[in-house]
């Protein structure tokens, strides 16, 4: 008997009636043979109205508290999904990320899983149950609640699939699958049949719905990972380790577009040692992810430093920034909101040196401005205006050949 | 300085606006000097919300599972209150039953308080922090959530306070105190200053709206609890051990009324020992109460055996009593779900034989049929049709005077 642990998405479980449809999908399962493990997000909506809540009573919120509030829309599946199986006759029992043996950091609002204690879950399989887990949560080891960030289901589902040794991983979502775009810009993009870890890591930090440490941890463990629809049979993409590099080369698999991206540039620094680890190690301690960054030319000896961050942290950021920036005696700090992120991603990427100014004209062609650029082995991406991204995604696509089907 | 334990009922706590009230009056307390312990309920209509979506998913929900489901509601105000605590400049921090140590037995659904292991509460008060905790809710040594029964954080707020060696319990809800009677049904209801926690628990057993395992805690370990109201300063009804006998002397306290009463006639049963035992074994082990209990005169070794159980059990309890009655050789079992519970309740009641025809004859003059009698030594029950109970109440309030302010 081998064992599968599959995960389903907030959209998939919104209602009584979802939950029964997921629950008579996981029996389905479950009599083919399988041991099935069973991972769970919020309910619809549940955690942007408990976020809502929140925000009614602090513009700031404790961060402690936040992560035990957003841990019940877990719970709450959860025990709704296990009962919904019991119901129709399946042996079920629901275990709370700290049940489940989830132990994290004490990193509130995206902790990092540190072990994996699954001797409880263990036990109820051992009794031929279906295990339900509240995903998106973990438990410090002085018992306080963590979440590890929005989205971060996955990552329980995928750690959980390593730690439990099994066979495959299978993420159930209403987006179906990996797609060459985000199919609500680009009408004709692709379902992708399969996808290696590395360009799918990629894709998911840059604007794919995936949380990008279960892609991390997928690849660690060697877990195929299976996204498909949570709403009908159609076959998914299989996130991989052994796809097929001749057919794949010299090939882009994909355009990643992200609109949450905001500038902050830190002006006529001194270009001395030591700058850059000044402004960037108390943005990191603020819990601040950095992302592009570049310097221009250094002009005597003074230079300006620009960098994005998410436009979501740009308030929390410029707070930190504008004080170091006093501090190394910078004049001032000038910050930009409004620019999208669009990235081509593929392992071919790496061999052939075409691939950037093909990007470049491409952008040229439809008269988008390039903000900043920043490149991977296998991914190339350029910072746009944010009113221009979604047109950049499309020529991208089309330019690329993504429209035909793989 | 001095601890007092405070805890507010969900309809204080139904939106963020209210969950910013009770967080100031909070703040109003510690401000007097005393350390202070908030408990909690689930927002408004938030436990109902939670159970009518475990229906839509099964007709007999798994209960180890509807516990987990329904801890989370209090938890979510828990965690709403600490950070509206923390946004108005009060250190605060929410635990779960089981962060803050409240272990209880494994009967899911009313669960019982073993233990207090209170060492981490200890430590956030010592810090100097409102502790605010989850009611209703606890864990097992398995770490299993359980709950304690519907209105159980009463219970929690009294275990606390006795655990912690607080001066005083305070439960603020929406009614204010304990009145001679249910104002909704008697309309010139009087608040009581004071009651003593016998009476107070013949009160609550019989209608009033306290959980009767609170009152048992606070008499045993002599906890004065003040009832009063969330939304105003005026003042409640103090239960505690010093109530004065003079005044009280010959005096009915207050009216209680319950209308969730069934009855279940086991016919022509064999009048031999063991036949009780038989039959209230098997629904003690269901987990159903049975309260009121009358044997008929035994004719000819036969002997109809009727009693009481919540009209919400009474599926349950006759799946059991038919097994049973079959297993004995009765020939049959009746049963009636529209009965009411009306019972007068005053220390004075022990000492004067005067109350139970006074109140048989008040009922009588309403033309109200009495179907059963039970008594204790501070109170006399009548069952009587649901449709009259209401009816029998204002009778009785009326016929011991309790309508003049004490």
Redesign the interface.
């Known amino acids: 008997m081998e064992l599968v642990v599959q995960k389903y998405g907030g959209t998939s479980l919104a209602t009584?009636?979802q939950?029964?449809r997921v629950a008579r999908r996981i029996i389905a399962k479950r009599k083919s043979g399988d041991q099935v493990v069973v991972v769970v997000s919020a309910m619809g909506n549940s955690t942007s109205d408990?976020v809502e809540?929140?925000r009614?009573?602090?513009?700031?919120?404790?961060p402690?508290?936040?992560d035990?509030?957003l841990?019940?829309g877990e719970?709450?599946s959860?025990?709704?999904t296990?009962?919904?199986l019991?119901?129709l006759g399946c042996d079920s029992?629901?275990l709370?990320g700290?049940?489940a043996g989830i132990h994290t950091d004490t990193t509130f609002g995206r902790a990092r899983i540190a072990a994996l204690h699954p001797e409880?879950l263990q036990r109820e399989l051992n009794q031929d149950r279906v295990v339900v887990v509240a995903g998106f949560q973990g438990v410090t080891d002085e018992?306080?609640?963590t979440t590890l960030g929005r989205g971060a289901s996955d990552t329980t589902a995928v750690a959980l699939a390593a730690g439990l040794g099994a066979i495959r991983c299978e993420i159930y979502t209403d987006v179906g699958g990996i797609y060459t775009a985000d199919p609500r810009i680009v009408k004709k993009a692709q379902k992708l049949p399969d996808i290696s870890y590395d360009e799918m890591l990629e894709l998911a930090s840059y604007g794919a719905k995936m949380h990008p440490r279960s892609i991390e941890l997928g690849e660690m463990y060697q877990i195929p990972i299976l996204v498909a629809s949570a709403f009908n049979e159609n076959p998914g993409t299989l996130i991989h380790g052994d796809v097929d590099m001749m057919e794949l080369r010299n090939k882009v698999r994909g355009v990643a577009c992200d609109l949450n991206v905001a500038r902050i540039t830190v002006l006529a620094v001194p270009d001395q040692p030591g700058i850059a680890a000044s402004l960037f190690e108390p943005l990191a301690q603020a819990g601040i992810s950095v992302d592009v960054i570049v310097q221009n030319a250094s002009q005597e000896h003074l230079t300006d430093l620009s960098f994005t961050v998410a436009q979501t942290d740009l308030d929390k950021a410029l707070i930190v920034v504008e004080r170091v920036a006093k501090s190394i005696g910078s004049p001032g700090v000038v910050s930009n909101d409004h620019l999208g992120k669009v990235s081509i991603v593929g392992r071919g990427i790496q061999n052939a040196p075409g691939y950037a100014s093909q990007m470049f004209q491409t952008l040229y062609a439809e008269d988008i401005n390039i903000e900043m650029i920043t490149t991977s082995e296998i991914r190339i991406t350029c910072i746009v205006a944010e009113s221009q991204a979604h047109d950049a995604v499309k020529a991208l696509h089309r330019a690329f050949g993504l429209e035909e089907p793989s």
């Not at 009614?56 to 404790?62: A, I, K, R």
């Open positions: 009584a009636e939950i029964k408990l809540l929140a009614g009573l602090s513009s700031n919120p404790d402690r508290e936040m035990l509030l841990s019940t719970i709450v959860g025990a709704l296990a009962m919904a019991k119901d029992i629901s709370t700290a049940q409880r018992m306080e609640v």
